[in-house]
């Protein structure tokens, strides 16, 4: 059994599709006032509330748990939205079916682990209720795709990725770190499976939504989660991430979204989308040999200090080696990867020697 399409388990689909609504439940008249101003906004076809919080710590707000699942539905028979929840048990898959919940979503801290996605997965079988799988909170594209595989075994074909970031030790201006390989590596590992991006996790911070949403819409992803709130400083959870609602609309309006994908589209169109596929990968090359460089000028410092000349003839034919491995797996000539690597090594040590000459010259 496949993927089926998400225009046929959402009604009048337009790109991008929107899910909105807060990070979690707090009282029936948050839910239904958020709902009522989001059903205003035309892309936002989906409702989201999280009724049980999967929280890191304990004695935070953990969820209203059931009553919840009641205003969710108030919100479907009052607004029309589909209405979602996420799901972190067997318990809550009952509930939420009980109550009518028209789509679940599997959690990050849930997604890391196969047992809770296999309890999942093993309540879920028999249902065609729609799953949305968040990636685990590691960078794992493995375990990521394994939960979806797990879905898709109980015979769940109303699938979607939700792309919210991984967590780094290391601090960064994001919450979780995007990492845009990992999705797109899944997107050519599942061509049919959609991925929606979720800006407020990856960013936990409001003001950085917009930037993140028009990078999700530049590769293409079919949809965003966003978390909003009628009076976001006050919420009971996530404060600092979430938008209202109108806020919400601007951010949409502003987004620049690529044009639909046609079958007649003439050799030119073709070419053109090809080569904006091209450019983008290019610059995801031109910044990751900048990180790279940024590293080497750290080596050079290390050098520096422990007197270690730049060129080191054994670490270079190691990493060679590695490389050419590495890239004939997947696919590149030996010969180009060999190419490739002299050049990029003879500017390292370039590099590292102008950074260790001009600290001898200090
Ligand atoms: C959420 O969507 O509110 C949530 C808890 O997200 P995540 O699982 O991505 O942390
Ligand atoms: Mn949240």
Same mark, same amino acid.
């Not at 009048?12 to 807060?22: C, D, M, Q, R, Y």
């Not at 792309?163 to 780094?168: A, K, L």
């Not at 919450?175 to 959609?194: G, S, Y």
């Not at 990078?215 to 293409?220: F, G």
């Given at each position: 059994?496949?993927?089926?399409?998400?225009?046929?388990w959402i009604?009048?689909?337009?790109?991008p599709?929107?899910?909105?609504?807060p990070?979690?439940?707090?009282?029936?008249?948050?839910?239904?006032q958020?709902?009522?101003e =989001?059903? %205003?906004?035309?892309?936002? !076809?989906i409702?989201r *509330? @999280? #009724?049980? /919080?999967p929280r890191?710590r304990p004695n935070?707000f953990?969820g209203?748990?059931?009553?919840?699942l009641k205003?969710?539905?108030e919100?479907?028979?009052?607004?029309?939205?589909?209405?979602?929840t996420?799901?972190?048990?067997?318990?809550?898959?009952?509930?939420?079916?009980?109550?009518?919940?028209?789509i679940?979503?599997i959690?990050?801290?849930?997604?890391?682990?196969?047992?809770?996605?296999?309890?999942i997965?093993d309540?879920?079988?028999?249902t065609d209720?729609p799953?949305?799988?968040?990636?685990?909170?590691?960078a794992?594209?493995? =375990?990521? %795709?394994g939960?979806?595989e !797990?879905?898709?075994? *109980? @015979? #769940?074909? /109303?699938?979607?990725a939700?792309?919210?970031?991984?967590?780094?030790?290391?601090k960064?201006?994001?919450?979780?770190n995007?990492?845009w390989?990992i999705?797109?590596?899944?997107?050519?590992?599942?061509?049919?499976?959609?991925?929606?991006?979720?800006?407020?996790h990856i960013?936990?911070?409001?003001?950085?939504?917009q930037?993140?949403?028009q990078?999700?819409?530049?590769?293409?992803?079919?949809g965003?989660?966003?978390?909003t709130h009628?009076?976001p400083?006050q919420?009971?959870s996530d404060?600092a991430q979430?938008?209202t609602?109108?806020? =919400?609309?601007?951010?949409?309006q502003?987004?620049n979204?690529?044009t639909?994908?046609?079958?007649?589209?003439n050799?030119s169109a073709?070419?053109e989308?090809l080569?904006?596929?091209?450019?983008?990968?290019?610059n995801?090359?031109?910044?990751?040999l900048?990180?790279?460089?940024?590293?080497v000028?750290?080596i050079?410092?290390?050098?520096?200090k422990?007197n270690i000349?730049?060129l080191?003839?054994?670490?270079?034919?190691?990493?060679?080696n590695?490389?050419?491995?590495?890239?004939v797996?997947?696919?590149?000539?030996e010969k180009?990867?060999?190419e490739?690597y002299n050049?990029i090594?003879?500017d390292?040590v370039?590099?590292?020697?102008?950074?260790?000459n001009?600290?001898?010259?200090?």
């Amino acid at each position: 059994m496949g993927i089926t399409p998400l225009h046929k388990w959402i009604p009048n689909l337009k790109k991008p599709l929107v899910i909105a609504g807060p990070c979690s439940a707090e009282t029936r008249e948050q839910m239904l006032q958020t709902a009522k101003e =989001l059903v %205003q906004i035309e892309d936002v !076809r989906i409702f989201r *509330a @999280g #009724i049980w /919080k999967p929280r890191t710590r304990p004695n935070s707000f953990e969820g209203v748990g059931e009553e919840g699942l009641k205003w969710l539905k108030e919100v479907k028979e009052q607004t029309g939205l589909l209405t979602s929840t996420e799901v972190a048990n067997a318990g809550h898959v009952e509930l939420a079916l009980k109550h009518d919940v028209d789509i679940l979503w599997i959690g990050a801290r849930t997604s890391v682990n196969p047992f809770s996605v296999q309890e999942i997965a093993d309540v879920l079988k028999g249902t065609d209720i729609p799953v949305m799988v968040k990636n685990p909170i590691n960078a794992d594209l493995a =375990l990521w %795709q394994g939960a979806i595989e !797990r879905m898709m075994g *109980a @015979g #769940i074909t /109303k699938l979607a990725a939700i792309h919210r970031g991984f967590s780094t030790f290391e601090k960064s201006k994001y919450r979780n770190n995007p990492i845009w390989r990992i999705p797109m590596e899944l997107k050519l590992l599942m061509p049919d499976l959609p991925i929606i991006c979720d800006p407020s996790h990856i960013t936990g911070d409001r003001s950085l939504v917009q930037y993140v949403c028009q990078k999700a819409m530049d590769i293409d992803m079919d949809g965003v989660m966003i978390e909003t709130h009628p009076t976001p400083d006050q919420a009971w959870s996530d404060a600092a991430q979430q938008v209202t609602p109108k806020s =919400l609309a601007e951010i949409i309006q502003n987004l620049n979204v690529r044009t639909e994908f046609t079958t007649d589209r003439n050799f030119s169109a073709e070419l053109e989308d090809l080569r904006k596929n091209i450019d983008r990968i290019d610059n995801e090359i031109l910044e990751a040999l900048s990180m790279r460089t940024n590293i080497v000028e750290r080596i050079a410092e290390a050098k520096h200090k422990n007197n270690i000349t730049a060129l080191q003839v054994h670490r270079m034919d190691q990493l060679m080696n590695n490389r050419i491995s590495s890239g004939v797996k997947i696919g590149l000539r030996e010969k180009f990867i060999k190419e490739i690597y002299n050049v990029i090594h003879e500017d390292s040590v370039k590099t590292q020697n102008e950074i260790m000459n001009a600290k001898e010259n200090e």
